[in-house]
């Protein structure tokens, strides 16, 4: 199967790519149909862990897993090569533990508005890009439980907004607003979060 990607999507390697868990799976669209179903499992997950520390590498990993099992054997493990986007695949791990101790000192410190902390989180999270693959879907669900944990609303990201005909627009927003907090311009991703 040869697959196909958005912009800003990141590419799989061939040996990421042989690790898909369903043989029926023969294009883009019923690759991104089988993870949809497979990241509700993921999200149904992450809703029972009420007790359980969000902000570990352990849940961190396992919510990835949950949302990605069923459809690649690597769900759940750091990268092992480098990205088109991404720290050093060594450095992943420290990149991941330092993002959570950092978000748990905000917490904490009340460094930023709840909106915002789950926003630079996942901003982070993205630009630290853990996973082989999944790593926008699963830093937005990280984000939206963040949001709930602290007592917000789960984030929109541009739900409001979605209609058959504007999801390539919506994914167009998206990027554009990462690629601002890249330079250090959080506003347009926190709207869009919240839009």
């Known amino acids: 199967m040869e697959f196909h990607y958005a912009p800003g999507a990141t590419p799989l390697d061939p040996d990421e790519a042989a690790a898909l868990v369903p043989t029926h799976i023969?294009?883009?669209?019923?690759?991104?149909?089988w993870?949809?179903?497979?990241?509700?499992k993921g999200d149904r997950w992450a809703a029972r862990q009420k007790k359980q520390e969000l902000l570990v590498e352990s849940f961190l990993r396992e919510l990835h897993r949950q949302?990605?099992?069923?459809?690649?054997?690597?769900?759940?493990?750091?990268?092992?090569?480098?990205?088109n986007i991404g720290v050093d695949w060594t450095q992943v791990a420290v990149s991941v533990r330092?993002?959570?101790?950092?978000?748990?000192?905000?917490?904490?410190?009340?460094?930023?508005?709840?909106?915002?902390?789950?926003?630079?989180?996942h901003h982070q999270l993205v630009w630290?890009?853990?996973?082989p693959n999944g790593n926008g879907r699963h830093a937005r669900l990280m984000a939206d439980w963040l949001a709930i944990r602290l007592g917000r609303?789960?984030?929109?990201?541009?739900?409001?907004?979605?209609?058959i005909h504007s999801l390539k627009e919506l994914r167009v927003q998206?990027?554009?607003?990462?690629?601002?907090?890249?330079?250090?311009?959080?506003?347009?991703?926190?709207?869009?979060?919240?839009?």
């Open 128 to 131: 630290i890009h853990p996973f």
């Open 153 to 163: 609303p789960r984030l929109s990201w541009g739900e409001g907004q979605v209609n």
């Open 35 to 40: 993870e949809q179903v497979n990241i509700a």
């Open 26 to 33: 023969t294009t883009q669209g019923d690759l991104n149909a």
């Open 98 to 121: 330092n993002l959570l101790e950092n978000t748990k000192y905000q917490i904490e410190n009340r460094v930023y508005d709840t909106d915002e902390m789950a926003v630079r989180f």
């Open 67 to 83: 949302m990605f099992d069923k459809t690649w054997h690597w769900a759940g493990t750091f990268r092992r090569s480098n990205k």
């Open 174 to 195: 998206y990027i554009a607003a990462l690629r601002a907090a890249d330079l250090g311009q959080l506003n347009d991703l926190i709207a869009f979060a919240r839009s």
